[in-house]
């Protein structure tokens, strides 16, 4: 039985196949909708950009492919860990430990699953860590594509490619065994039914108490349908349900607050006790000279700058819960073939994401700081409690309780037209989308005592109760329940975002190398937000429930791209393109933000491609600029019940640009030899606020200048085993990423570059597979994300061993 690795189902719509597959006949047994190709073991198709059976070579835009044999050699089993072999992709900063929340050239990510809603990275709350257990391979899109994927990011589509069920009987069983008491089960099973219905069912049970005691508990079960109902038209019924517990890590290690500009622009190794002078007014906290010089001998060389590493431990407090996430997601998909060249693909989806946790997600080690003209102004101050110095204290604390729920509907239908005109073949796509996402969400505060809220009397009307930590090395942690501390209610809403649009594609392949893709759309994205009503200790404004407030935004996107191709080997391309997004899905809407145009994103790319050896060699490099436009920030001259009515609060044309070059390869140079290389140069810039000088045009957090990876397999046969061993090698570096923060006084806070390798031993056989992976070979330490003012320890040294069998 022929089949075809099928890739965006849910773009079958579009997935017109050749000229010379549509002269095939209707074999039901065949999947003749495939966006996703390996020639010579190397990918060379997709359906990502333009939602057709392209060539990579031919598409005029940024794609780049991972295939599930690269997934399976590097034993990944979610996306974080994936991101290595994609230039481009890196991890935000400001994360929290919460979720993926990737971003794609410094700019948001838009996640799918076979081109349907997987979730966004909606305020580090609605955002899962995507298992790869029913993924077979992951494409990356860079920039906008509207009109094809609906309400979507800026920075591009990450897609994720699910298994399908197939005809033919195939069963796997999967174990794997690791470090920190980590072991998973694993189960593969599809076949025919009927001669018309198949099935596929993938399971998962996984354990893990992770490194620095950073667990990760997770059951998932899919199970699918394919009913081929004649030889024109089939149905696919898909079922996905995933709940998993993760441990959040918001903070990692801080960064101590030490201010070298009010010390002199002196460095923490280069200050002493007499550079720490009180203030001269005597305001802030006033240190005696012996307090002083201990405050003096607790500076480390690389505080204010980089992270206060402190080993395995962490500022996890026992009060956190886990990210208990549930998942659950119905899709159905409709592919009937009106003719040989015309088709349509509808597909329906309902997803629901319920979640829920407590983290910390303030602790601040104030150590030294003139902040507007004051010296240690409490409480942003080294801790001083009974004439005491505790310099390693941690100030400001905050826990949140977060109980929050997202129900999204999703619908697409693509009609397509392949042609011939005038001697050129001919693609036409028209598409009509509509979606809408339901979110409730609940967050409950409890504070330290330098949360101190007063009404209008000036009269203390809350204090914080949560004990001080007096050392972050060895935390004192509070005892007790969550709600022993006097819980306040800090937000409490329902938000509606819902949006429809249309579009029309065109893409013509002409004889002298040309091809040409011209995309236009139109969009209405709709936001809604109903206010409950918070503590009024919080905030006495927002203590009773308000009206629900409706602001909505329409216009026109579009997608121009042109590839030459002036021999076989080589092509180059050109894209520009722009996008539409909400705003902020997660903001308020009040009634003097009707009809506000919502963010925009542009993306111009030039491209070159070639491929080498027989077409085993596949390479892009890529020099791009992206950007989101049309961002919200303060008006200077508003201020709240006083100005005029005429008097806006926000302005909304500010931006985030990315500018650089990527490059990305993938080789099988022979039956040995396999390489894959990615890298990028990137500057991100945050361009919000022209009235801020201090962070306009600033780098944007998280975001590296370089970032660079390489996985390179070796196969060989001995002759006393009767199949060949593959060892493989993978480096990958990530270039210095700031954590600056002005107001918080360390403008020049950054977490470092590094780099690791990995490494994986494996034998396969006709039954079954044995492999051995290596992770971070030389130990070495290092921070893989840059967090809210400090930096997520890297896991050190590991291993995991995986084994799977055919039954």
């Known amino acids: 039985m022929q089949t075809f690795n099928l890739s965006l189902v849910t773009l079958a719509c579009l997935v017109a196949t050749t000229a010379q597959a549509n002269e095939q006949s209707h074999d039901p ?16 198709n997709s359906g990502l950009a333009t939602k057709s059976n392209m060539s990579l070579m031919a598409t005029p835009a940024a794609v780049v492919v991972i295939d599930e044999a690269m997934i399976k050699a590097q034993g990944v089993n979610n996306l974080q860990n994936l991101v290595r072999n994609i230039s481009g992709v890196t991890q935000a900063g400001n994360n929290y430990g919460i979720g993926d929340n990737l971003v794609v050239r410094g700019l948001g990510a838009n996640y799918t699953y076979d081109g349907m809603y997987g979730g966004a990275g909606l305020g580090n709350t609605f955002n899962p860590t995507r298992s790869l257990t029913n993924v077979e391979s ?38 794997e065994l690791g470090q920190w008491q980590s072991y998973a089960m694993g189960l593969d099973s599809t076949n025919a039914i009927t001669d018309q219905l198949a099935y596929r069912f993938v399971a998962k049970h996984e354990r893990s108490e992770g490194f620095r005691d950073l667990n ?46 009010s010390v002199g622009n002196k460095s923490a190794a280069q200050a002493t006790w007499q550079d720490l002078i009180n203030d ?22 690389n505080d204010g700058l980089t992270p206060y590493s402190f080993g395995h431990a962490g500022l996890i407090s026992p009060m956190a819960s886990d990210n208990q996430g549930e998942e659950l997601r119905v899709k159905l998909t409709h592919t009937l073939y009106l003719t040989d060249n015309l088709f349509l693909n509808q597909q329906l989806q309902y997803r629901d994401y319920d979640t829920g946790f407590a983290r ?96 209008k009397q000036g009269d203390v009307i809350y204090r914080g109760t949560l004990p001080y930590i007096f050392d972050i090395r060895s935390p004192n942690w509070a005892q007790g329940r969550f709600e022993d501390y006097d819980p306040l209610n800090t937000a409490n809403y329902n938000k509606t975002v819902s949006a429809w649009g249309t ?39 927002a203590a009773q429930p308000t009206p629900e407030q409706n602001t909505a935004d329409m216009g026109a996107t579009y997608n121009l791209g042109v590839t030459y191709m002036p021999t076989d080997n080589l092509s180059v391309f050109i894209n520009h393109a722009k996008g539409r997004t909400a705003y902020g899905i997660l903001d308020s809407v009040s009634g003097t933000e009707q009809d506000r145009d919502d963010s925009e994103s542009l993306s111009n790319d030039i491209g070159l491609r070639f491929k080498a050896f027989d077409d085993q060699l596949l390479a892009s490099v890529v020099i791009f600029e992206s950007a989101r436009t049309n961002l919200q920030y303060n008006n200077p001259e508003y201020d709240e019940a006083v100005s005029a009515a005429d008097v806006p609060r926000y302005f909304y044309d500010g931006k985030e640009q990315t500018k650089g070059v990527e490059l990305d390869l993938n080789a099988h140079l022979n039956d040995n030899w396999k390489l894959n290389v990615n890298a990028i140069y990137q500057d991100a810039r945050d361009k919000t606020n022209p009235n801020n000088e201090t962070t306009y045009n600033s780098r944007q957090k998280g975001v590296p200048y370089i970032s660079a990876g390489t996985w390179l397999s070796y196969a060989h046969h001995w002759a006393a085993l009767a199949h060949p061993i593959e060892l493989s090698l993978g480096a990958n570096y990530v270039d210095k990423r700031s954590t600056h923060s002005t107001s918080f006084g360390i403008p020049d806070g950054y977490v470092p570059s590094y780099t690791v390798f990995d490494s994986a031993l494996s034998y396969v056989t006709d039954s079954w597979t044995l492999q051995l992976n290596l992770n971070n070979l030389f130990n070495k330490k290092y921070y893989s994300k840059a967090m809210f003012l400090g930096g997520m320890p890297g896991e050190e040294r590991n291993v995991k061993l995986s084994f799977s069998m055919s039954l």
């Open 138 to 175: 992951v494409e990356v899109l860079k920039g906008p594509a509207t009109g094809l994927y609906g309400m979507g990011s800026a920075g591009g589509v990450i897609n994720l490619i699910e298994k399908k069920p197939q005809f033919e009987q195939h069963n796997t069983m999967h174990i």
């Open 216 to 261: 990760n508990d997770r059951d998932e079960a899919y199970l699918s349908f394919r009913y081929l109902v004649d030889d024109n038209q089939d149905l696919t019924l898909a079922t996905a349900y995933i709940k998993d517990s993760i441990a959040v890590d918001s903070i990692g290690h801080p960064i101590r607050i030490y201010n070298a500009e």
């Open 360 to 455: 910390q997600t303030g602790a601040y080690n104030y150590v030294y700081w003139d902040r507007r003209g004051t010296i240690n102004a409490d409480p942003r101050a080294p801790l001083v409690l009974d004439g005491q110095l505790y310099p390693f204290a941690a100030r400001r604390q905050e826990y949140r309780k977060v109980s929050a729920d997202e129900r999204s509907w999703q619908y697409f239908a693509d009609l397509r037209y392949d042609f011939n005109l005038a001697d050129i073949n001919q693609e036409l796509l028209v598409n009509a989308n509509y979606e809408d996402r339901d979110i409730r969400f609940k967050q409950y505060s409890i504070y330290d005592a330098d949360k101190v809220i007063k009404n």
């Open 29 to 44: 047994s065949v999947e003749r909708i495939s966006v996703y190709g390996k020639q010579n073991d190397v990918v060379m």
């Open 503 to 541: 579009g029309v594609q065109h893409v013509a392949y002409f004889d002298n190398g040309f091809t040409t893709r011209v995309g236009v759309a139109f969009n209405e994205i709709k936001q809604s937000y109903e206010h409950f009503g918070v503590d009024a200790r919080y905030r006495a404004s």
């Open 280 to 301: 001269p007014n005597g305001e802030g906290i006033q240190l005696t000279d012996e307090q002083r010089q201990r405050l003096a001998t607790s500076l480390a060389d």
